[in-house]
């Protein structure tokens, strides 16, 4: 494997890494959107637009507005195409593992304890930030099936620029967040209250097989210990800096129809307002795999 640009001793590469990542990167949230015909069946044209967004981005948006919103078959056979298939279940999740993502705070029931399924806005995070080492989730879709009456809005950023320019101010905050011990996730308090142990981790970590790099992160400062050394603190703030005003940040507003597929980048919610006759919907699928596009792209026949 040729050397990593996420090794800090390579800064060569880093730096042909770095200014080609920059080059590619999408400006503008519209030049993310990939209108699709049918995405249980992606045509070869549709699966490379698809693929060349999340080269560049490591997410792409689809837009399929004439199809009813609500179907869960969309996103769930679209993902499979581009190799979302091992699915985290959880108990809040719906049967076919997906998660139905709607406000239940003015309705009573566990759902509404938990942020996702409120009006408020969620901060910078990955997906799965309290996992275990050996459930990563590497791959995060959206499926908007009713859109909010105002708000509910998505800023989204690669994590990979995240890296990036946390690196460009001080590579050493990128090596204490590398560290097993950076981020620690107290015992029994993630957002779908699943009894867990305390999880310990790194915010940013090389894939030992396939060289890709992963974040686990969160913005949120209860439920969460960073390591007490000044290094640490000093990248956690400047990392909160650069998620506060990176000018790569893309403000997505999902509609009926839309989805976003990703390796599970930073993202956001703003607050949002609905009504019992237009409740905010989104399908969340929380996936084991990364995107995956080279098998479909290079095999004129497609594997069975
Ligand atoms: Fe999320």
């Not at 800064?11 to 890494?17: F, L």
């Not at 839309?258 to 009504?275: E, I």
Request: glycine share 6%.
């Amino acid at each position: 494997m040729a050397a990593s640009p996420f090794d800090l001793a390579n800064e060569t590469g880093y730096r042909a890494w770095r200014d080609a990542k920059l080059a590619a990167y999408p400006r503008s949230v519209d030049a993310l959107v990939v209108p699709l015909a049918d995405p249980r069946h992606l045509t070869p044209a549709e699966l490379d637009a698809l693929a060349d967004r999340c080269a560049r981005a490591n997410m792409a948006l689809y837009s399929a507005p004439h199809l009813p919103a609500a179907d869960k078959t969309l996103p769930l056979q679209l993902g499979r195409q581009l190799g979302l298939v091992r699915l985290e279940g959880n108990y809040l999740a719906d049967e076919d593992g997906l998660s139905s993502i709607t406000p239940a705070d003015d309705t009573g029931g566990v759902r509404g304890d938990y942020i996702p399924y409120t009006h408020k806005p969620i901060n910078w995070h990955t997906d799965g930030y309290y996992n275990a080492p050996d459930r990563r989730i590497l791959g995060m879709t959206l499926h908007c099936a009713q859109d909010a009456e105002s708000g509910g809005e998505n800023a989204l950023l690669d994590h990979e620029v995240a890296y990036l320019q946390l690196r460009d101010v001080n590579p050493d905050y990128v090596a204490a967040l590398m560290r097993p011990d950076a981020m620690t996730i107290p015992a029994r308090m993630d957002e779908d209250d699943i009894a867990r142990p305390a999880q310990s981790g790194p915010v940013f970590a090389v894939d030992p097989a396939q060289g890709f790099l992963v974040m686990r992160y969160t913005a949120r400062t209860r439920s969460i210990v960073w390591k007490a050394d000044a290094l640490t603190q000093a990248a956690v703030a400047t990392l909160a800096e650069i998620l506060a005003d990176s000018e790569y940040i893309l403000a997505a507003r999902l509609a009926p129809g839309m989805g976003l597929v990703c390796n599970n980048v930073l993202h956001t919610r703003s607050a949002f307002t609905d009504t019992p006759a237009r409740r905010r919907l989104l399908y969340r699928g929380r996936y084991y795999d990364r995107l995956r596009f080279e098998e479909l792209q290079t095999s004129p026949v497609r594997p069975q």
